[in-house]
């Protein structure tokens, strides 16, 4: 059995990630990076969390980062486990961002009209309880629809939205996210910057602490899934069989829509 601080996707990996990080580089926001202009830091990273089912799991990698002086950006679902009011607001006033993890559109199935009230609605439920400046879309595998596209009828300015973790992402950020269980992994159906191509990769998070600690590149905007960061031996084999069960769910569905 692989020793807790060698595991991957362990806290205590994460750990290991948060102390090569915190060392060399600048942390921001994502709503600082929407509206920094030509201002951003020389090396900076964006660290971003997007909370789909387990609240309390963002909290344990919000302390974490807290202690190691790094302020990311946490994207809550509006679901009974990932919307949880004194989690939320525990990590806003850790100085970390909150914000909302919107599928609007995939609930809707489709139906633009009814989309964005539902999208109205869950803003002004999140303003209710934190101060929400962005958002980010939830890749929702199991549907059609991608969230996104919803911003090609409407305007996020029209809800006081000041960015979209995607949408907003300029060119020169160099993306890596876990979804698939890797980095910027092959299991990945719609976590990426729409129209980039990146330059670096990384299979391991060890291969990601070694390509931030060589300093080769400026920035890195890092995406996270706190649900897939776990201790407990056997909570961290429940969601390897997780992921093993939706990555090949979604080889079928990669094979079928192509």
């Known amino acids: ?6 595991r991957d996707f362990s806290l205590e990996k994460f750990s290991q990630l948060c102390s090569a990080v915190a060392d060399k580089y600048t942390f921001i926001t994502m709503s600082e990076y929407v509206t920094a202009g030509d201002k951003l830091p020389e090396r ?24 190691f002086g790094i302020k990311a950006t946490y994207y809550f679902r509006n679901n009974k486990k990932a919307f949880v009011p004194d989690i939320i607001q525990d990590i806003e006033k ?3 961002e909150v914000g909302y993890h919107y599928e ?26 934190c101060n929400l400046k962005t958002v980010c879309m939830h890749g929702a ?6 969230n996104r596209d919803l911003w090609k009828s409407y305007s996020l300015n029209d809800f006081g939205i000041l960015g979209e973790a995607y949408l907003s992402a300029g060119e020169s950020l ?20 729409p129209g980039k191509t990146e330059q670096f990769s990384a299979e391991t998070t060890d291969d990601l602490i070694k390509l931030i600690e060589s300093c ?34 979604k080889k079928v569905l990669m094979a079928v829509r192509s």
């Open 1 to 6: 059995m692989i020793g807790s601080t060698n």
């Open 44 to 67: 900076f990273v964006l660290m971003r969390h997007d909370v789909d089912k387990w609240a309390k799991n963002a909290l344990k990698t919000a302390s974490i980062e807290e202690k």
């Open 94 to 96: 850790m100085g970390h």
């Open 104 to 129: 609007v559109l995939s609930t809707a199935k489709g139906n633009y009209e009814k989309a964005i009230k539902l999208f109205e609605r869950d803003v002004q439920k999140f303003r209710s309880i």
């Open 141 to 146: 595998v199991l549907s059609k629809y991608d």
């Open 174 to 193: 160099n993306y890596f996210t876990d979804t698939g269980r890797g980095w910027n992994s092959k299991n990945n159906l719609r976590d990426f910057i």
């Open 216 to 249: 080769e590149i400026s920035n890195f905007y890092i995406s996270l899934h706190p649900d897939r960061w776990k201790s407990n031996i056997l909570n961290w084999s429940l969601f390897w069989i997780e992921d093993f069960v939706l990555n090949s769910g």
